[in-house]
DNA sequence: ATTATTTCTAAGCATTCGCTTAGTTTTGTT
DNA sequence: AACAAAACTAAGCGAATGCTTAGAAATAAT
C-alpha cells in the first residue's frame, strides 16, 4: 500500500552506535549521523523520533554486543578468573585497530549530566547494575566468601572496569594487562 | 595612560573552573562563561584569547587547587597509607554539597579527542603522570617492594583513581569507602 | 490505470555556537 | 583642557545545531 523504506533499521543503527562511541553524544551532530548512516534526516527522525532515539537504540544494540560478553561471563563457572576474563574481553572489545574507544555507556555517563537527561541516565545505570550483579553472582562460587564481602568486592569491581574504560584511552597494553593483573590478586 | 580592568582575572577564572567542571568543556558555552564570570564577551577574549584558553587556565587554577592535596602526599611519609589518604582527599575535594563532580582533569580526557585538540590533552597526561610519580615515590617508601612490582601498583592505583572519579558520580559514600578500603587491601 | 499511503529529496526553520567589531566610557599623561 | 590608550557595552557576523516541511517518487490495493 506504500513505499518500502529503503534501509535496514538495525544496519543504520550499527553505524550511528560507532559514531556516538567514537564521538560521544553531543559531538555527534545529525548532519554526521546523516552522512555515517546512509540516509536523509527525514528518515531518520521519521524512523528514531529525534536524535534522543537513535542513541537510546545505539545503546539498545550496544547492548546485545556485550551480551554475549556477559553470556559467556553467566556460563563461567571459575569464580574470579572468570570476572577477569570478562575484563579482558571488554578491553578487546572495545579497540578499533589500536585505539580503545572506551565503554560507550561509561563515556555517556560522564558526558550527559542527570537532571537534563534522565531517560538515558536510567539506561545506564541499568546497564551498570546488570554487569554488577553477575560480578556478583560468579563471586558467590566461592563458598569461602562473606556476602558483605561480596557486596564490597563487586563495588570494587566495578571501579576498576569503570577507571579501566577510561585508563584504555591513555595506558599501553602492557600497562592495562598489570592493572586487570595486580586487581585480581587479593580477591 | 588606560582604564583598569574592572575584573581579577583569578577571580573570573575560578568561576570558569567551576563552570567547566560542572558541565563539562563542549557544553558549557561562552554565554555561560560570560554570565559566570560577569564580564563580556569582549574582555574574555581580550583576557584569555578564546575558550581554549579560558579552559587551559581553568585547568592551571585546578591544578593550583589540587597541589595542595599533592603537597600532603608529598610530605606524607607513611608509604601506601599517604596514597589512600590522598583517594579520600579527593573525593573530598570533588565534593559539592551532595553532588560529585569528579575530577575535572579526568572528566576532560573522557570527552575530548586526541586529534582535535593535542593542547589540552597534553595539559590533561601531564597532570596524570604528576600524580602517578608522587604515587611512585610514596609506594618506595616500603623497602621491601620492587621496582618492578612499583610501577604495576602505580597503574593499578591510577586507574583506581580514575574509576572514583566516574564511580563517585554513581555510587553512595558507604559504597566508596569500600572501594577505596579493597583497592588498598593488597599494596 | 487510478488512488492512497508511505518514503524519499532537499530546502529551510529558529536557535545557538564561537568570535568580532563599531562605538562609547574610563583612565593616566601631557 | 586636550589627547591617547586601554576596557567597556552591545550589536552582529557566518557557521552549525536539532528539527520540520513541501513536494516528488515509489509502492501496494482497488
Given at each position: 500500500m506504500a513505499r518500502k523504506k529503503q534501509y535496514n533499521e538495525e544496519e543504520v543503527i550499527k553505524k550511528a552506535t560507532a559514531l556516538f562511541w567514537?564521538?560521544?553524544?553531543?559531538?555527534?551532530s545529525v548532519r554526521m549521523l546523516e552522512k555515517e548512516m546512509g540516509i536523509?534526516?527525514?528518515?531518520?527522525?521519521?524512523?528514531?523520533?529525534?536524535?534522543?532515539g537513535v542513541f537510546l537504540e545505539s545503546i539498545k544494540y550496544y547492548k546485545?554486543?556485550?551480551?554475549?560478553?556477559?553470556e559467556?561471563?553467566?556460563?563461567?563457572?571459575n569464580g574470579?578468573?572468570?570476572?577477569?576474563?570478562?575484563?579482558?574481553?571488554?578491553?578487546e572489545f572495545s579497540k578499533e585497530g589500536?585505539?580503545?574507544?572506551?565503554?560507550?555507556?561509561?563515556?555517556?555517563?560522564?558526558?550527559i549530566k542527570e537532571e537534563d537527561n534522565t531517560l538515558i541516565m536510567n539506561e545506564l545505570t541499568n546497564f551498570a547494575n546488570e554487569i554488577r550483579e553477575l560480578f556478583v553472582s560468579n563471586l558467590k562460587q566461592d563458598d569461602s566468601k562473606e556476602s558483605s564481602a561480596i557486596?564490597?568486592?563487586?563495588?570494587y569491581l566495578m571501579n576498576s572496569?569503570?577507571?579501566?574504560?577510561?585508563a584504555s584511552k591513555v595506558f599501553n597494553q602492557e600497562q592495562l594487562k598489570n592493572i586487570i593483573e595486580v586487581t585480581f590478586l587479593n580477591l
Open positions: 567514537k564521538n560521544g553524544y553531543e559531538a555527534t536523509n534526516q527525514f528518515s531518520i527522525y521519521a524512523s528514531f523520533t529525534n536524535k534522543q546485545t554486543q556485550i551480551h554475549i560478553l556477559k559467556k561471563l553467566r556460563k563461567s563457572n574470579v578468573l572468570g570476572i577477569q576474563q570478562y575484563f579482558y574481553d571488554f578491553l589500536s585505539l580503545h574507544k572506551g565503554c560507550l555507556v561509561t563515556n555517556s555517563v560522564n558526558e557486596e564490597k568486592q563487586a563495588d572496569l569503570l577507571g579501566l574504560s577510561i
